[in-house]
C-alpha cells in the first residue's frame, strides 16, 4: 500500500507529540498508542468520518445519539490518559489570551479566571471534533490532527468541542453534546461553562470575521449559574 508524504508527515508529528505519555495500566487494548500505530495501515476506500453521522440531518435522532456517545466516549478515554512531556494548556492559554485583540481590563479577568482554575495534566486533543475521527467498517475508531494536543484540563477540551458546534451555527447539536458529555464524565455544566470565555478568546486570535461576534459574546467573565 502506498502512504502519500502528507500521511508521513502527519504520522511523525502525532508521534513525536505524544511520544512521552505514560497510559495508565488499567488504559484498554484500542489506547491512544495503538490508535497511532494502526493509522499507518489507514485504507481510505473503507473510512467515514463520524462527522457524517454526528451531524447529518438525515439521521434519526437514535442513530444521532448513539454516535454522539461514541464521539464522547473516545473524547473521555482520550482524556483519562496523562502525556507529562507535552506543553502545559494552562501556559498556552495564558499565551493565546495575550494575543486576543480585547481590551487589557478583559484579558486580566480572563488570567485570573485561568489561575484560579486548578492545574491538571490529563491529555487534551486541543481540537476534538467530528471531522478529526475516522470510523472504519469494522468500528474501529482513528483521531486525526495531533497537532494542537497539550496536557491540562479535560474540561477545556469538552469547551473547545462545544464552541466549535456553536461557530458551526449547530447549536442543537452543541447543547445535545454539552449535556450528553456532562452525563457521561458526571462533570458539572458549570466546570466546563468556566472554560468558555478562555477558549473563545483563544479562538479569537484566529481573527476570522465570520466568528469574532459569536467569540466576543462568550468572552464574558462572569460566572455561569
Known amino acids: ?66 454516535y454522539m456517545e461514541m464521539f464522547i466516549k473516545l473524547q473521555l478515554e482520550i482524556c483519562s490518559n496523562k502525556c507529562t512531556l507535552l506543553t502545559k494548556l494552562k501556559d498556552k492559554m495564558t499565551n493565546k489570551i495575550e494575543l486576543a485583540n480585547i481590551d487589557s481590563a478583559t484579558k486580566y479577568e480572563l488570567r485570573t479566571r485561568l489561575e484560579g482554575i486548578a492545574r491538571q495534566n490529563q491529555l487534551c486533543h486541543g481540537d476534538f471534533i467530528p471531522s478529526n475521527v475516522i470510523l472504519k467498517e469494522d468500528g474501529t475508531l482513528y483521531i486525526l490532527d495531533w497537532a494542537h494536543a497539550t496536557q491540562g484540563a479535560p474540561c477545556c477540551d469538552c469547551a473547545r468541542t462545544y464552541l466549535t458546534f456553536c461557530l458551526d451555527n449547530d447549536f442543537d447539536t452543541a447543547n445535545q453534546y454539552l449535556e450528553m458529555y456532562c452525563n457521561l464524565s458526571k462533570i458539572p455544566t458549570r466546570n466546563i461553562q468556566r472554560w468558555l470565555p478562555i477558549v ?26
Open 200 to 225: 473563545a478568546a483563544s479562538q479569537s486570535v484566529k481573527n476570522i470575521k465570520e466568528e469574532r461576534e459569536l467569540l466576543l459574546s462568550w468572552i464574558n467573565v462572569q460566572d455561569f449559574e
Open 1 to 66: 500500500m502506498v502512504i502519500s508524504m502528507k500521511k508521513i508527515i502527519s504520522i511523525f508529528l502525532i508521534m513525536f507529540l505524544l511520544c512521552g505519555c505514560s497510559l495508565k495500566k488499567e488504559t484498554p487494548s484500542d489506547s491512544v498508542e495503538e490508535y497511532l500505530l494502526n493509522y499507518k495501515s489507514l485504507n481510505n476506500n473503507v473510512l467515514s468520518e463520524l462527522k457524517t453521522m454526528v451531524k447529518n440531518t438525515d439521521f434519526n435522532a437514535e442513530h444521532k445519539e448513539k
